[in-house]
């Protein structure tokens, strides 16, 4: 019986953020219809919040407004709004298909426009209510990299760029997109983590293609080793190790050094180097436990050892763990050559390996002809093994897919999240300007996914549909109601930008229908409109039947 709850249970918790977010989207969007139409002297039979059976009706005038029984979104019927309608004479006057053809463009345009500016209402909001931003702060910067030689430290707080504020990482971004391919000096004032001593670095940015294929700036300037990303505090714990007797387990993320908040790799051999030996060792961890569905917190102590002179990563048998092996893909090379869960990867070919991507680079270099030599550490044993790669289709950041050799195997994540703050605005006309910028930056996005799909720079596999939209909106509404607000904003306007596309059925098509009536001087005729609403219908079919396709290969990891 209590599983039977918890399942009905999460299913509503799923479905109600979905129902909201589609259904006020899609009542908005008829909204602007009904708005438009009764403004232009269209008489308006029936506007339905939801669709099927009415259960409640109340009619006032010429409209009767329902509310029905599937609660997605709504529809607005007109009089006249079929072109074969026979309509008597005194009548044509409040029937929508006699309107002039400015009046059709009007009522057809304003449900996409109302998408639109219902989509800057709710980034206004969000900015009003404050949002989360990532924080100006540099990740972890390799001594081998363009970044520290020039002078960048981790942890360093961009205050200034070119004489320009910094407030968010964003903000640095922004001034890093550019349009052409020339390189970029920076004059860069930044903050030293832990203090407030502050300096000035001048160095140049090398003008190189924008890795995001969806942003209309094909250029992006960078600096070799900058990075708002930074290594978290998830070790690998070696098997015999005092802390792995102590039940300490590759995959804690340590939050805690004997009181001390720790949270990125860098800072936990000062934070053991400052201990005493001779004290009892504390660490709070977060971690999963045989049982557990979701992480815990759990202390974990430690007695002081005589062994141990000093506390250090290396005699308390802590290192990385991102070299240690979280899942094995059922039926994959690994599985087959018997890598297992847990497996710390040694070498491979006999290079020893220091980082993930260094698996990742010997996989891929892969001839296509003799087993890769696999060393891995298995419960203080050592364990080597031949593995045969084959040859897999992966999405990668970029959201295009890429032929390359894989094994089937996922490490034990070791990254931060980056810092976030909160940003607020409390001028209602600043927070204005706020919300119309992310409604046309998200617009361009949009429009760009479509003109990267078409060059066949993503891939139509990150095409969804409901099912989609549903486990997003679920997802978001679990997070906060900042998050759900913005993906309802997000989805609104993609409401808008898909309504406009030239496709009979979809307004688009029908405001193409107008635009020729208007250098015509006369409408199509009806049998070409029939045939153009019906390859229209063909088409979305067949775009909605692709989209859940997608949706069911995402869901079932296919």
Not at 420 to 443: C, H, Y
Request: charged letters at 20%; one cysteine or more; a neutral charge.
């Amino acid at each position: 019986m209590d599983m039977i709850l918890n399942f009905l249970h999460q299913g509503l918790s799923a479905i109600v953020p979905f129902v909201v977010l589609l259904g006020v989207l899609i009542f908005i969007h008829e909204l602007g219809h009904f708005m438009v139409a009764r403004w232009c002297g269209v008489r308006v039979e029936v506007f339905s919040l939801g669709f099927g059976k009415k259960i409640l009706k109340y009619k006032k005038g010429d409209t009767t407004y329902a509310l029905s029984i599937i609660p997605l979104g709504g529809y607005v019927k007109m009089f006249g709004e079929q072109p074969g309608d026979v309509i008597a004479e005194e009548d044509k006057k409040v029937s929508f298909t006699h309107k002039n053809v400015w009046q059709r463009i009007a009522v057809v345009l304003a449900g996409p426009l109302m998408n639109f500016f219902f989509a800057i209402f709710i980034f206004f909001a969000v900015a009003m209510m404050g949002e989360d931003a990532k924080t100006p702060v540099i990740g972890d910067v390799s001594a081998q990299t363009a970044a520290y030689t020039a002078g960048f430290r981790s942890g360093d707080r961009l205050i200034t760029v070119n004489d320009k504020a910094i407030n968010t990482w964003e903000d640095f971004q922004k001034i890093l997109s550019q349009k052409e391919n020339r390189d970029l000096h920076l004059d860069v004032v930044v903050q030293h983590e832990g203090s407030q001593e502050q300096s000035k670095i001048s160095v140049n940015a090398k003008a190189e293609p924008n890795p995001n294929v969806l942003s209309s700036y094909d250029y992006v300037a960078t600096v070799e080793g900058l990075t708002p990303m930074s290594a978290g505090t998830t070790v690998g714990v070696k098997a015999g190790s005092p802390l792995y007797a102590m039940g300490l387990r590759t995959g804690d993320t340590l939050t805690s050094i004997n009181g001390q908040k720790v949270t990125y790799w860098r800072q936990l051999d000062s934070a053991f180097a400052k201990l005493n030996a001779k004290d009892t060792l504390t660490l709070e961890v977060m971690g999963v436990r045989e049982g557990d569905k979701e992480e815990k917190p759990i202390t974990v102590t430690m007695a002081p050892i005589e062994s141990i002179k000093s506390y250090s990563m290396q005699s308390l048998g802590l290192e990385s763990s991102e070299l240690y092996l979280s899942k094995v893909m059922e039926g994959s090379p690994a599985a087959a050559a018997g890598l297992k869960e847990g497996d710390r990867l040694v070498a491979i070919n006999n290079v020893t390996l220091a980082k993930w991507e260094d698996v990742i680079n010997n996989i891929k270099s892969f001839d296509g002809k003799n087993p890769v030599s696999v060393a891995v550490l298995r419960d203080n044993q050592n364990v080597d093994l031949k593995i045969t790669p084959k040859m897999t289709t992966q999405m990668n950041s970029s959201g295009a897919e890429e032929k390359r050799y894989t094994i089937g195997i996922a490490p034990v994540v070791n990254m931060a999240a980056p810092e976030l703050m909160t940003v607020k605005f409390s001028n209602p006309i600043e927070a204005l300007a706020r919300g119309t910028q992310k409604t046309w930056d998200v617009s361009v996005m949009t429009v760009m996914s479509f003109v990267r799909l078409f060059e066949a720079k993503i891939s139509p596999k990150n095409i969804g549909g409901v099912l989609s939209i549903g486990q997003a909106a679920s997802e978001t509404f679990k997070i906060g109601m900042t998050q759900f607000l913005q993906m309802m904003a997000i989805i609104s306007v993609n409401l808008f930008i898909l309504n406009l596309l030239p496709v009979p059925v979809l307004d688009g098509g029908h405001l193409v229908f107008y635009v020729i009536e208007l250098v015509k001087g006369a409408p199509l005729s009806m049998k070409k409109m029939e045939v153009a609403q019906q390859v229209g219908l063909a088409l979305l079919m067949s775009l909605m039947i692709f989209a859940l396709f997608n949706d069911f290969t995402r869901l079932l990891g296919l």
